[in-house]
């Protein structure tokens, strides 16, 4: 981490999106207009508004996208309730990159891979999926299993449906938790929904979602035949100042914001039950 990391610049909010009744993805760029910052897929940044608050949000964007940054935020507390009342135009402040990243170039290229996401978990995936879509010849097929409540909470679906659906070597399966009108796909939780499709074995898996998904999900890939070793998630939830200060990600001998956020499974099993 070098000393511009810890200095926040002015960012503008150029575009919002309302992708469920309580998320919305914002575009920032700087004042120059261009990106704040390179990243890497997983890193993420603090966003703040002055005299409200700050918090840590997962670039939602890819590295490949040289224009701007998005950051999909979930409306969930005071901050966030500011950020879905802005309007295009309105600036706030950044800084960042923090964190590590989902290994794309090492252990992630040349491998099939599965991302398996619930909710607004699709959200820190969305940056490693189209970082391998544009650079496709590193890697080999894409499975993306992704479920919500309900049809209207599916993150970026326009997305999905329009992109990701029509991209040749990905396959993108689709789940909601109760049946709904209009909703003709897979009805079912991700967990029992990963078991059912049975993908193989060889896979590379990224997860992300709430803990008991997460929790659900691998113990169903162990049956399946995965180990933890094949496993990679993401904790930036627990992350507060970034930057190992505060305490608020130790959990036993690691800080979420300098080991981690993200981590393979088999490293998260040698950490507390906290976890």
């Known amino acids: 981490m070098n000393f511009d990391t810890l200095i926040p ?30 990243h890497k897929p997983g890193q993420c940044a603090m966003l703040s508004i002055p005299g409200v608050g700050e918090a840590m949000f997962s670039i939602t964007s890819s590295p490949t996208n040289t224009e701007f940054m998005e950051f999909s935020i979930k409306k969930c507390g005071c901050l966030t309730n500011w950020l879905h009342l802005m309007e295009v135009g309105q600036q706030i402040t950044i800084r960042g990159p923090y964190g590590n ?52 909470d599916l993150v970026d679906y326009k997305e999905i449906i329009d992109e990701w659906m029509c991209d040749e070597g990905i396959t993108v399966n689709l789940t909601i938790d109760r049946e709904q ?61 970034g930057v190992g200060k505060c305490g608020r990600c130790n959990i036993g001998s690691k800080y979420v914001c300098k080991d981690g956020p ?11 039950d906290e976890y």
Request: hydrophobic residues 40%; aromatic residues 10%; contains cysteine.
């Open 262 to 272: 993200v981590f393979r499974y088999d490293k998260l099993s040698e950490l507390p």
């Open 101 to 152: 990243a989902f290994p794309v170039e090492t252990d992630l290229k040349g491998k099939d891979l599965l991302f398996i996401a619930g909710g607004i978990g699709l959200a820190p995936l969305r940056s490693v999926i189209n970082y391998v879509r544009d650079n496709r010849a590193n890697y080999g097929d894409v499975q993306i299993v992704y479920g919500s409540r309900s049809m209207d």
């Open 9 to 38: 610049t002015v960012g503008v909010v150029t575009d919002i999106r309302q992708d469920t009744p309580d998320v919305k993805t914002f575009r920032v760029v700087g004042l120059d207009g261009k990106k704040p910052f390179i």
């Open 181 to 241: 009108e209009g909703w003709d796909g897979h009805v079912g939780f991700v967990p029992n929904y990963v078991k059912e499709l049975n993908p193989d074995v060889k896979k590379t898996v990224l997860v992300c979602g709430p803990p008991i998904m997460i929790k659900f999900t691998l113990a169903g890939l162990k049956e399946l035949g995965f180990t933890e070793t094949q496993v990679f998630t993401t904790m930036e939830l627990r992350m507060k100042c």
